[in-house]
């Protein structure tokens, strides 16, 4: 059995009156995903804000794995204006940029008290490579002024730049709030790509339904009453499994008519259950192009065709002309995907308004 990393044991956490959770108890090993669901309200930030320790709660234990080393997106990132892009990363206390300031402060003081361990320290969590490595991932996130002032940003550009805060220190322990708000596909891809290769643990909440697929292996849901339920699987094995169990509750043993009608209300339950189906932003506006990105990639795909039969003798080109195919048809195959995901929710999106 997996040793958790984080576990939670019986974590209550109310507002007055209002009981966001209450006693919920779950533990996350080594290379879990975990998506948390629930009706807008239902306190999905608050208990990431928790985990992250930066809200507290009634009662309740919270222990992480000795060392864990964690970092946190938040939905909404605040950073003074004041600050450049690269003084942004580090502007937030994560393990590396403490340990730099110490060292800073070590040199700071007649004789360097402590040096030797600080660079020992140093050496062991890479502190030495972290502004070009926040340089490089910047980059890749499409943020080059390094010395543009954060005031200036858009919101995708602040997204981006909180989103490289994250990825800087390579945590153990990965928390997302809404990371695909505000993220043009570009910048969604080079995500995806990380998480396809990070070895630690992603605890995220998210209204993407196809991002949640993509990434996540099990999901919390919030159920009334503030309790949790863990199903295994993406968000579609989550619908899936929570449709198929109303049914067979309200249905076992009943007529046809009665089967239908309790169909009904599956329906409506499952519904009253999560919030209403909507595009995000980004899907929105993919769903709107995606035809003429796609037949603009078909129309690359029959261009190198033509261009390998004319270079057939020349091995050096023909090499090349491959290469390119391949990677084009793998992102036909890709947007293919994208488009069958997102013409199946606009479907649902319309039934829901029936």
Known sequence: MAVPYLQVDNLTKSFGDLVLFENISFGIAEGQRVGLIAKNGSGKTTLLNIIA?????????????????????????????????????????????????????????EGHPGLEDLLARMDQEKAWEYEQKAKQILSQLKIRNFDQQVKQLSGGQLKRVALA??????PDLLILDEPTNDLDIETLEILEEYLDGFAGIVITVSHDRYFLDR??????????????????????????????SI????????????????????????????????????????????????????????????????????????????????????????????????????????????
């Open 53 to 109: 320790g930066k809200e507290g709660y009634d009662s309740g234990n919270i222990v992480f794995r000795r060392d864990l080393r964690v970092d946190y997106l938040e939905q909404d990132p605040q950073y003074p204006e004041e600050l450049t892009v690269l003084e942004a990363c580090f502007h937030h206390g994560n393990s590396t940029v403490e340990l730099i300031k110490e060292y800073e402060r070590c040199m700071e003081t």
């Open 165 to 170: 805060n994250a990825l800087i220190t390579e």
């Open 215 to 244: 990434v996540v292996d099990r999901i919390f849901a919030f159920e009334a009453g503030g309790h949790l339920t863990q199903y295994e699987g993406g968000y579609t094995d989550y619908r899936d499994k929570c449709v198929s």
């Open 247 to 354: 049914y067979n509750v309200s249905s076992n043993g009943t007529s046809d008519t009665s089967k239908s009608k309790a169909a009904g209300q599956v329906k409506k339950a499952y519904n009253s259950h999560e919030d209403k189906i909507k595009f995000t932003y980004m899907e929105q506006k993919e769903y709107e192009t995606i035809d003429d990105d796609i037949e603009k990639l078909e129309t690359k795909v029959s261009e190198l065709d033509d261009e390998i039969t004319k270079n057939a003798t020349s091995y050096s080109k023909l090499a090349e002309l491959t290469k390119e195919k391949e990677d084009v048809e793998r992102q036909l195959e890709e947007k293919m995907e994208r488009w069958e995901y997102l013409n199946d929710l606009a479907e649902k999106i319309e039934k829901q308004k029936q």
